[in-house]
């Protein structure tokens, strides 16, 4: 009884440890997808920063492309912490794993030799004919033939089990090696991560420092942006306007078309609507710049423009996709914008701004995921400003997208 509870405990305990094992295997398949998702958009950051360090203008999106790179970093450090973390939980597990295996060696070993040890005693035959026929009655004798004619099969059954088991020890050991060297690995990345996440502080500090030195002058080109973002605004809320009104008017125009007003898709817009927190990115990319107000990064008590939407920062030439299924309702030039892009989806849009090449046009019945264009570089940035609308009334796009 003891020995099947013995049994039964020892399995359990492998069971546990490969149980264990198997959802870190999948944990870490997660982290690792989430490491190589956070260096991407480090090197589309550090790209951007580096294309602008000679342009004095853009200290100010330099310093936020610097501190998203930071966080970004501080980010990556602790998903190695995790991993580590994951690793040490791991090789306690591994370690307890072996334990038990060796403990059943041992348990078998000693079995083993218990049994060669009476195959040796009994290894004349007149022996065993002695054996049985001292027996008290039949069903002794009968009972001592059974034993003595299985003794070689048990022995062989036995002998294959500890062949197996260590056979498995080998095996869990050689694992608990490498789980160590990927362990010091990770912790030799980390290292070097905490040595760029240092390099890139200071330099944010520096341009900290460069930055309050010339007040003046950034709030000129804040002024600037200020008057940018107007002007985009503006004119988003004008062909909103017409798209929903649908007059066919253009801009100063005065004059409407006497055609009757297009219905608004309203199972389309229910379908979008329905879509909320679900819909693909344009495009893959750290986003830069939030949705909402926002303050200078120095002078804190200084408001920045409230921005209707987000900016993505992107590799060189990136195709840009549409969100949902819709119509291009227009295709507009704006300063510091180039060009922009308005699907509609019933009463919801979306704004695809700082195109570069654009591959659609006005009329066009647009699918999602469907390319709209490339993205443009402009004053060595190379970010997409992305907008979603209700109506007359700008969106978080980052509500509306799905979670990466």
Request: aromatic share 6%.
């Amino acid at each position: 009884m003891m020995k099947c509870l013995k049994g039964i405990f020892i399995a359990l305990i492998l069971s546990m440890t490969v149980g264990v094992a198997t959802g870190y295997s999948q944990d870490t398949k997660t982290q690792e997808a989430k490491k190589a998702r956070l260096q991407k958009e480090i090197a589309i950051l550090d790209s951007q920063i580096k294309a602008i360090a000679s342009k004095s203008a853009s200290a100010i999106n330099k310093l936020s492309l610097i501190r998203k790179k930071v966080d970004a970093r501080k980010e990556l450090v602790a998903e190695s912490d995790r991993q580590i973390a994951g690793f040490s939980s791991s090789i306690a597990a591994k370690e307890e794993e072996i334990k038990v295996l060796q403990a059943r060696l041992d348990t078998l070993s000693d079995y083993y030799e218990r049994l060669v040890r009476g195959a040796y005693k009994n290894r004349n035959a007149k022996v065993w004919y002695m054996y049985i026929l001292a027996s008290d009655d039949l069903g002794q004798a009968f009972r001592r033939y059974g034993y003595l004619r299985d003794l070689s099969k048990q022995m062989n059954i036995q002998a294959q089990r500890i062949i197996e088991t260590r056979d498995t020890l080998e095996k869990q050991t050689a694992a608990l090696a490498e789980m160590k060297k990927e362990a010091e690995s990770l912790r030799k990345e980390r290292l070097s991560e905490v040595g760029k996440l240092q390099a890139e502080q200071n330099d944010s500090q520096k341009l900290v420092n460069q930055l309050k030195k010339d007040k003046k002058k950034y709030q000129q080109d804040l002024a600037k942006k200020q008057r940018e973002v107007e002007a985009l605004n503006r004119e988003i809320q004008r062909i909103i306007q017409q798209a929903l009104e649908d007059k066919g008017g253009k801009k100063g125009s005065g004059k409407t078309s006497s055609k009757p007003a297009k219905p608004i898709d309203y199972t389309l817009a229910k379908q979008f609507e329905s879509n909320k927190g679900k819909l693909p990115w344009p495009a893959d990319g750290p986003v830069v710049e939030h949705f909402g107000q926002r303050y200078h990064p120095v002078y804190t008590n200084l408001k920045l423009p409230f921005n209707n939407g987000i900016s993505i920062a992107l590799a060189q030439g990136t195709a840009v996709k549409a969100v949902f299924d819709g119509e291009v309702k227009q295709i507009v030039v704006m300063p510091g914008y180039n060009k922009c892009i308005l699907v509609q989806h019933g009463n919801y849009f979306s704004f695809y701004c700082k195109m570069g090449s654009v591959s659609v046009k006005a009329g066009d019945k647009v699918k999602t995921g469907q390319s709209l264009g490339t993205v443009d570089t402009i004053g060595g940035e190379t970010q997409l400003h992305l907008q979603i609308w209700s109506g007359k009334n700008p969106q978080n796009p980052e509500t509306w997208l799905r979670p990466r």
